[in-house]
């Protein structure tokens, strides 16, 4: 590992250039040469399950994630929120730490804050690995916060009803919240290589530009199996395991390209 990884130039010197269709072999490839890059999102999966676990006993309300197979027949979901994660099979809903007494509300955020917190410094070693570069406080920092605000969003999002209920009409709000998942798909990346937070935006929408189809099979892809593996037991472990380093790789992979136009 060292060296500074440079996106602008990605596919130069010594780097082998990708095209978009190639993306996900060469992910599957240097995972199967660095095995490394597995451990650090096992031990999030881990921590994640722990925290379920935890969730499940005390007594502040959690939501608990609904299986993909039940008797209501098959709920198929992509579970792709943006950045690489495990899925977690409890969700703490920020309303119910309203009027909690202190000692109740520090240990909920705690769980909170602390999966955050893993869930980016598993994935900024991963990447930076991948990379070839050392991870450093200001890429997990920076991670930690793009982790927070997608977090939010997403809160935020599932928190509107009409959005549930829009039927068919709801295929135009989804069609939008695809494009941007698409155009942030590289951003997590660009954030553990260093690039300014102030423009790094920007760059994640340039480096797509041209691949969208390729990117969306991608999320496609990665949210798909990632809610197979949340449906089965140890489902934390196994999406922790198996999705979240495809994810953080496959970023890497996306970057570590030459611009057509280069």
Do not use: K
Not at 102 to 113: A, E, M, R
Not at 254 to 259: C, G, H
Request: overall charge positive; hydrophobic content about 50%.
């Amino acid at each position: 590992m060292g060296g500074e990884y440079d996106d602008r130039n990605a596919g130069r010197g010594g780097r082998a250039t990708r095209t978009p269709s190639s993306s996900f072999s060469a992910t599957i490839d240097q995972l199967r040469r660095d095995p490394v890059l597995f451990v650090p999102f096992a031990v999030v999966g881990l921590l994640l399950a722990a925290i379920d676990w935890l969730r499940r006993r005390d007594p502040i309300p959690a939501v608990e994630r609904e299986a993909g197979f039940g008797s209501n027949g098959l709920d198929i979901t992509v579970e792709f929120v943006g950045y690489p994660t495990g899925i977690a099979q409890t969700t703490l809903p920020y309303e119910s730490l309203v009027a909690l007494e202190f000692p109740f509300l520090v240990w909920s955020v705690g769980l909170q804050i602390l999966s955050l917190v893993a869930i980016s410094v598993a994935g900024a070693l991963t990447m930076a690995r991948a990379m070839g570069r050392e991870p450093d406080r200001r890429a997990v920092t920076s991670l930690f916060a793009f982790v927070v605000a997608m977090d939010l969003g997403h809160r935020l999002l599932g928190s509107i009803d009409a959005l549930q209920a829009m039927g068919l009409f709801g295929l135009v709000p989804l069609a939008l919240y695809l494009v941007v998942i698409v155009q942030l798909f590289p951003l997590p990346g660009l954030l553990v290589a260093g690039r300014s937070p102030r423009h790094v935006l920007a760059r994640s929408r340039r480096r797509v530009a041209g691949r969208g189809w390729s990117i969306l099979g991608l999320v496609l892809l990665l949210g798909l199996s990632a809610w197979l593996l949340a449906s089965l037991p140890f489902g934390t472990v196994l999406s922790s395991l198996f999705v979240a380093p495809v994810h953080a790789v496959a970023i890497v992979a996306v970057l570590d390209r030459q611009d057509a136009s280069a």
